[in-house]
């Protein structure tokens, strides 16, 4: 596991940001591609660097489905679950995916490796079912090639 | 000769990396003299990864041409579909909004000028604020997001309004599903954003502007920012745009996975750095939007659409369309059919033309069902409602919207009852919390149909008058708008909500 953030880091990226208007959602951004989750310790820096309450930072944090609590696995698949990918047949092969894997939506593998997490339309609904597997997209999933594209992970 | 193959997300889905890799090292292995250029998508994504070969004779396509097909590609053992523009789908469009999408380099502000780009905002730097704004009424330009406000009356009210900072804010928060087309233009023309942005700016008196746009876009954000500083560079953008003395610079931004952000003042919030709740409205954002300033919000389409608009004049662009419904308008055909992509067209043409002939029917092969029509918020119409031209109004009337344009299509075996119980579940997750009937309505509209589906038929009329109180009662469209899918899915196929079902899905 990665070393707790200090202090110092956090105060570095807020710094980057603080001149931008509307500066939060870029800071919270910032945090997670560097620690790959929101340390809970950054959020009284946040509030404190831009005059805000603790409360209302965790509420925008709470607010979106992007920011997470806790690192995720090494690698994060996000399967699409909205209407067009429904009309290919996104749903059972979801379901495939999950029970290969032994997860539910939003676990991660025991060993760590990957975290399976729903996102609402990739903008590929006309190559439906489509996935993104750390920001690489892909289209016309289907169970054998989702298949391959796991087992090539580390 | 010239290679080129697109570098859209929906290409790069299919593996047009790879392609572009292996047409790469074949060129340097057989020592041709050949160049590979990266593109936009011409929309035809169930040809991608589309290759098209110029050897002097024009731009002869191939597809889908997959990595280990490029040496008999090259070798010229595979069969062309003929010039690109002369396949059917292609041929029957009208491009004004996406000419150059797939046609040029995206990040090549040569390539941009050189097919027509800049002369827009270098006619707009001549004009008067009041002449731009005008220009933008007599197009007759609505907005592309879904609401079809016309876009030069929302500019006037900005225009008109006394402050010392104004802001355009484009609506890149494109989360319905089955839409693509702000995606598609971020990646394959960005520039064409850009352009218009500036000439909104000019009209209105704003002098920076704000693209916010999804999380799930990340090959959309890296040209977009790329292309911010190459116009930045050029002096596109900046303190003085083209040496007029005018100023515009703007920024990309990111959501965080929250579809109501797609709401304009849900947007707003979100941009400030607040949660993505909705603001009652009045006060209008054109009045007081981003930090309480007066300010465009349009959407991608919108924008993009204005550079063409003063290119050829608004009367050039007004000729196209379908009464109120003018101009050109890019219909993004998705989910189950056979030739999926984006086809831009002049309002008018019948929805049935566009899923069975223009797309060609399901891809599964099955008779189509039923075609859900401008995102999760949009009506569901069965084969009966195909006749219906496209135009905003003429939905209206049959208890649709176009919304952002996109349509999803099914085949017969598209479980409906599934379909409203999901577009309720979808609303649920998504509410933004503000207003009673979307935050509770939604999950009260999601047992409803559960009782339904174990087999209670009385619970319809609750489902009814429950969708009757969402829409009346809800702040914004995602409250306002979930009972479309729902009361359409239940008028159009009353039988599958029946009640006699199991509930076991």
């Given at each position: 596991?990665?070393?707790?953030?200090?202090?110092?880091?956090?105060?570095?990226?807020?710094?980057?940001?603080?001149?931008?208007?509307?500066?939060?959602?870029?800071?919270?951004?910032?945090?997670?591609?560097t620690f790959g989750y929101l340390p809970q310790e950054a959020v009284p820096q946040i509030a404190g660097a831009l005059n805000l309450s603790v409360a209302e930072v965790t509420g925008v944090i709470s607010f979106y489905h992007d920011f997470r609590k806790a690192p995720a696995g090494r690698h994060v698949l996000k399967l699409c679950r909205a209407e067009a990918c429904q009309s290919m047949g996104s749903d059972a092969l979801a379901d495939r995916?999950?029970?290969?894997?032994?997860?539910?939506?939003?676990?991660?593998?025991?060993?760590?490796?990957?975290?399976?997490?729903?996102?609402?339309?990739?903008?590929?609904?006309?190559?439906?079912?489509?996935?993104?597997?750390?920001?690489?997209?892909?289209?016309?999933?289907?169970?054998?090639?989702?298949?391959?594209?796991?087992?090539?992970?580390? | 000769?010239?290679?080129?193959?697109?570098?859209?997300?929906?290409?790069?889905?299919?593996?047009?990396?790879?392609?572009?890799?292996?047409?790469?090292?074949?060129?340097?292995?057989?020592?041709?003299?050949?160049?590979?250029?990266?593109?936009?998508?011409?929309?035809?994504?169930?040809?991608?990864?589309?290759?098209?070969?110029?050897?002097?004779?024009?731009?002869?396509?191939?597809?889908?041409?997959?990595?280990?097909?490029?040496?008999?590609?090259?070798?010229?053992?595979?069969?062309?579909?003929?010039?690109?523009?002369?396949?059917?789908?292609?041929?029957?469009?009208?491009?004004?909004?996406?000419?150059?999408?797939?046609?040029?380099?995206?990040?090549?502000?040569?390539?941009?000028?050189?097919?027509?780009?800049?002369?827009?905002?270098?006619?707009?730097?001549?004009?008067?604020?009041?002449?731009?704004?005008?220009?933008?009424?007599?197009?007759?330009?609505?907005?592309?997001?879904?609401?079809?406000?016309?876009?030069?009356?929302?500019?006037?009210?900005?225009?008109?309004?006394?402050?010392?900072?104004?802001?355009?804010?484009?609506?890149?928060?494109?989360?319905?599903?089955?839409?693509?087309?702000?995606?598609?233009?971020?990646?394959?023309?960005?520039?064409?954003?850009?352009?218009?942005?500036?000439?909104?700016?000019?009209?209105?008196?704003?002098?920076?502007?704000?693209?916010?746009?999804?999380?799930?876009?990340?090959?959309?954000?890296?040209?977009?920012?790329?292309?911010?500083?190459?116009?930045?560079?050029?002096?596109?953008?900046?303190?003085?745009?083209?040496?007029?003395?005018?100023?515009?610079?703007?920024?990309?931004?990111?959501?965080?996975?929250?579809?109501?952000?797609?709401?304009?003042?849900?947007?707003?919030?979100?941009?400030?750095?607040?949660?993505?709740?909705?603001?009652?409205?009045?006060?209008?954002?054109?009045?007081?939007?981003?930090?309480?300033?007066?300010?465009?919000?349009?959407?991608?389409?919108?924008?993009a659409t204005v550079p063409v608009i003063f290119e050829k004049g608004a009367a050039f662009y007004a000729e196209f369309g379908l009464g109120r419904s003018k101009g050109t308008i890019p219909i993004q055909i998705a989910g189950n059919v056979a030739h999926g992509g984006l086809f831009e067209t002049a309002f008018g043409m019948p929805l049935g033309t566009l899923v069975n002939d223009i797309g060609g029917g399901t891809a599964s092969g099955r008779p189509v069902k039923a075609v859900q029509i401008g995102g999760p918020l949009g009506a569901y119409f069965g084969q009966e409602k195909f006749d219906t031209p496209f135009g905003y109004e003429d939905f209206d009337v049959q208890g649709g919207l176009i919304g952002h344009a996109g349509l999803v299509v099914f085949d017969d075996s598209a479980d409906m009852m599934k379909m409203a119980r999901f577009a309720?579940?979808?609303?649920?997750?998504?509410?933004?919390?503000?207003?009673?009937?979307?935050?509770?309505?939604?999950?009260?509209?999601?047992?409803?149909?559960?009782?339904?589906?174990?087999?209670?038929?009385?619970?319809?009329?609750?489902?009814?008058?429950?969708?009757?109180?969402?829409?009346?009662?809800?702040?914004?469209?995602?409250?306002?708008?979930?009972?479309?899918?729902?009361?359409?899915?239940?008028?159009?196929?009353?039988?599958?909500?029946?009640?006699?079902?199991?509930?076991?899905?």
């Amino acid at each position: 596991m990665d070393p707790q953030p200090t202090a110092e880091e956090i105060r570095e990226i807020l710094g980057k940001h603080l001149h931008l208007e509307g500066p939060l959602l870029p800071i919270l951004h910032d945090l997670q591609d560097t620690f790959g989750y929101l340390p809970q310790e950054a959020v009284p820096q946040i509030a404190g660097a831009l005059n805000l309450s603790v409360a209302e930072v965790t509420g925008v944090i709470s607010f979106y489905h992007d920011f997470r609590k806790a690192p995720a696995g090494r690698h994060v698949l996000k399967l699409c679950r909205a209407e067009a990918c429904q009309s290919m047949g996104s749903d059972a092969l979801a379901d495939r995916v999950l029970s290969l894997l032994g997860v539910d939506w939003h676990g991660t593998t025991t060993d760590g490796r990957i975290t399976v997490e729903p996102v609402y339309c990739l903008g590929l609904c006309a190559c439906a079912p489509a996935a993104m597997l750390d920001g690489r997209v892909h289209g016309a999933l289907t169970e054998a090639k989702a298949t391959k594209i796991l087992e090539a992970l580390a | 000769m010239k290679i080129y193959v697109s570098r859209d997300s929906a290409a790069k889905a299919f593996g047009a990396d790879e392609v572009a890799e292996a047409l790469q090292e074949e060129i340097v292995a057989r020592g041709l003299r050949a160049e590979v250029i990266r593109t936009g998508s011409r929309g035809m994504v169930w040809l991608e990864p589309l290759v098209e070969i110029d050897a002097g004779r024009g731009r002869m396509a191939y597809g889908p041409v997959s990595a280990e097909e490029v040496p008999a590609l090259l070798d010229g053992n595979i069969d062309s579909l003929g010039l690109t523009e002369e396949i059917p789908f292609f041929a029957r469009q009208t491009r004004l909004t996406f000419a150059r999408c797939g046609l040029t380099d995206p990040l090549s502000l040569a390539d941009y000028e050189a097919h027509g780009g800049l002369a827009g905002l270098r006619r707009a730097l001549e004009l008067s604020a009041e002449a731009i704004v005008d220009e933008v009424k007599t197009s007759g330009l609505r907005g592309r997001g879904g609401a079809g406000f016309p876009t030069g009356i929302k500019w006037d009210t900005v225009r008109m309004a006394h402050a010392d900072q104004k802001y355009i804010v484009c609506n890149a928060d494109e989360g319905d599903s089955g839409t693509f087309a702000d995606r598609m233009i971020m990646e394959g023309d960005p520039f064409t954003l850009i352009e218009g942005m500036v000439i909104a700016g000019l009209g209105t008196g704003a002098t920076r502007g704000y693209v916010y746009t999804r999380s799930e876009y990340p090959d959309a954000i890296e040209v977009m920012e790329e292309a911010v500083q190459i116009a930045r560079a050029a002096g596109v953008l900046g303190p003085d745009v083209l040496g007029s003395g005018r100023a515009f610079d703007m920024e990309i931004r990111m959501g965080a996975g929250a579809y109501v952000c797609g709401e304009e003042t849900s947007l707003l919030n979100s941009l400030e750095g607040k949660r993505g709740v909705v603001r009652a409205k009045p006060p209008l954002p054109a009045l007081e939007g981003f930090l309480g300033r007066p300010t465009v919000v349009n959407n991608v389409i919108s924008l993009a659409t204005v550079p063409v608009i003063f290119e050829k004049g608004a009367a050039f662009y007004a000729e196209f369309g379908l009464g109120r419904s003018k101009g050109t308008i890019p219909i993004q055909i998705a989910g189950n059919v056979a030739h999926g992509g984006l086809f831009e067209t002049a309002f008018g043409m019948p929805l049935g033309t566009l899923v069975n002939d223009i797309g060609g029917g399901t891809a599964s092969g099955r008779p189509v069902k039923a075609v859900q029509i401008g995102g999760p918020l949009g009506a569901y119409f069965g084969q009966e409602k195909f006749d219906t031209p496209f135009g905003y109004e003429d939905f209206d009337v049959q208890g649709g919207l176009i919304g952002h344009a996109g349509l999803v299509v099914f085949d017969d075996s598209a479980d409906m009852m599934k379909m409203a119980r999901f577009a309720m579940e979808f609303c649920a997750v998504e509410s933004c919390g503000k207003c009673t009937p979307c935050r509770i309505g939604a999950v009260r509209g999601v047992e409803t149909l559960d009782r339904i589906a174990a087999g209670d038929g009385a619970a319809v009329e609750l489902l009814t008058d429950l969708c009757e109180t969402m829409k009346d009662g809800s702040l914004c469209a995602l409250g306002g708008f979930t009972p479309y899918p729902v009361l359409s899915a239940l008028e159009t196929f009353p039988e599958e909500f029946a009640g006699t079902r199991e509930a076991a899905e």
